[in-house]
């Protein structure tokens, strides 16, 4: 696991591949399945889906408000559609389709934020997606999972086929390296504990987990043992875990690619705060992203091995 | 390179004898405007390697003719409540967009090289926050009709005759908050307002017809109770008289008639080129033809 921090000749993957890979190996058996997009066919990376299911992609245009009501009646007619489109405009524009139509009819509808967090680095901030945590959250019905690698979107699109109710996933564009154990089962609503520590306890999800390995690496050798949680399911969240990381490691730092507010940070401190207060520091996107690339603009808001380790450090004292 | 004084009132100045004119000089010096546009364009994009080549040349143009022949502006004073307000609400085609503001003086054409550089005022899409005159933050479609529906009757509210431009891309045109605007902008009869929708029958994955049918376009605006003409959105001397037309009764929406990647050859009318980017070798070809 040591060679995972930022070593150049890790190898990294879009997390797209897997994610339409799996969608069309589920398809070929689960005939209930349906993607629904937004003009978005190449950029879900749909095109082989739509080669092999031409009728069964039913892409209604740039009209993501009608995108997300037309998934709840094809969920209504015994379809599980996978609702495919860039985040910022899956979750910001057809927010109340998602409230209304997909989470307060607990539809089995599984939502596919593409490009998420500042994947769209240099589009800027109309294009990133570091709200979607907080929005989604909001909406208690949803379960919402972010994907840390190419083995965990793979697990998560399948488990979301038998989920049987309305299901969020960050589905990223990003390259990151892989995190997961071979022997790694996926369950949803669980942590995975990469790393066992007893100072400080890291609590990642998605692009961060491969940085926070490598926080725990610069901390080990400084002395500092830091335990790495990879919260893949940030709702509902695995509470035991989190307890259990306040109780044994006294200090919790979570770090997301996400704005601070209302996402990982707030839903493990709203847990933290009323069952074992521990000191804790909230990583993430502090406000809207200047100009830059997604590689720059994380490094920018200290989202890298570095600045979580330093964050670790001024716990740890 | 010029500073931003000069170059806005060379750009002033330009502007004069575009008014002042015959029909058919006019429409040269807009077309050779236009051309400069394109090839800002390209020299903006090839920079970061990122850019919606296709958008911005279909809509170049129409661009061109609203900045340097029709509307109202100040560039030393953006902020001039007496302006006409202009919206780029297809906003992922910012280097257009850029290119005419820089053009026209509203900041350094120096800084067109760092189009998305890291910490850039100009990033992919345009920011009010960053930019002189820049109305709206767009990139999202389906923002900019709404907010230029405020605009129209912001303006009569204050009893002014500014007018207010608002440019739509067609595929733009499937988000349905354009259709709820233009249900507002019929109903109260905003004749201030102006639509002009680049028609370039193509949007990000495929052509508009195959992925959510637009047609019959200027039907729905009319019975929308917009005033609509079909028009040829490379026409210089077509865009010229329909914009600078006072408006009547109604809100006016222009149905432009648009080639993407209008002006080289190997660019135009190809749905792959909505944001491609050329190569080295095919800059210099694109720049040859642009140049003739
Ligand atoms: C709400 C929203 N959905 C999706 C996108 C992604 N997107 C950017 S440009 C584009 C195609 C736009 O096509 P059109 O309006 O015809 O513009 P043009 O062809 O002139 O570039 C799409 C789907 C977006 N920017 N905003």
Known sequence: ?317 | MLDRQTQGADSNALIAKILAADETTRSELLARTATEVRVSILNTIIGPKMGHIGGDFSVADILTTLFFGVMKLDPDNPNWQERDRFILSKGHCSAALYSVLAMRGFFEIDLLKTFMAPLSALNGHPNRRKIPGVEANTGPLGHGLPIGVGCAIAARLAKADRRVFVVLGDGELQEGSNWEAAMAAGHRGLSNLVAIVDRNRLQQGAGTEDTNRLEPLADKWRSFGWEVHDVDGHDHRVLYDMLSQPGGSQPRCLVARTIKGKGVSFIENRVEWHHKVPSLEQVQLAHKELAV
């Open chain 1, 1 to 317: 696991m040591n060679e995972i921090s930022q070593a150049p000749t890790v190898a990294t993957f879009d997390c797209r591949v897997a994610f339409a890979e799996t969608l069309i190996e589920l398809a070929r058996t689960d005939h209930r399945i349906v993607a629904v997009c937004n003009d978005s066919v190449g950029s879900s990376n749909l095109n082989a889906f739509q080669k092999e299911f031409p009728d069964r992609l039913i892409n209604v245009g740039i009209a993501e408000q009608n995108m997300v009501g037309v998934a709840a009646g094809l969920a209504n007619g015994g379809f599980v559609p996978y609702v495919s489109c860039a985040s910022p405009f899956l979750t910001g524009r057809a927010l109340e389709q998602i409230k209304a139509d997909v989470a307060y009819n607990n539809y089995h509808i599984v939502l596919c934020g593409q490009s998420p967090g500042m994947s769209y680095g240099e589009l800027g901030p109309t294009h990133h997606s570091i709200e979607d945590f907080a929005w989604m959250r909001a909406l208690t019905d949803l379960t919402i999972l972010v994907p840390a690698d190419p083995r965990q979107t793979r697990d998560a699109v399948r488990w979301a086929s038998t989920a049987n109710r309305p299901v969020f996933m960050r589905v990223g564009r990003f390259k990151i390296p892989s995190v997961t154990p071979e022997d790694e089962d996926f369950v949803p609503g669980r942590a995975s504990r990469l790393r066992d520590g007893r100072d400080v306890t890291l609590i990642a999800c998605g692009t961060m987990v491969s940085r926070a390995l490598g926080a725990a690496d610069q901390l080990a050798q400084k002395g500092i043992s830091a335990r790495v949680l990879n919260m893949t399911t940030i709702q509902p969240l695995d509470e035991a875990a989190v307890i259990e990381a306040a109780t044994e490691t006294g200090r919790i730092v979570t770090v997301e690619e996400a704005i601070i507010h209302g996402g990982l940070g707030s839903a493990v401190a709203e847990c933290v705060v009323q069952n074992k207060p521990v000191p804790m520091r909230i990583l993430g996107v502090p406000h809207l992203a200047p100009t830059g690339s997604t590689a720059f603009l994380l490094d920018h808001f200290g989202l890298n091995a570095e600045g979580i380790a330093k964050a670790a450090l001024e716990l740890v004292g």
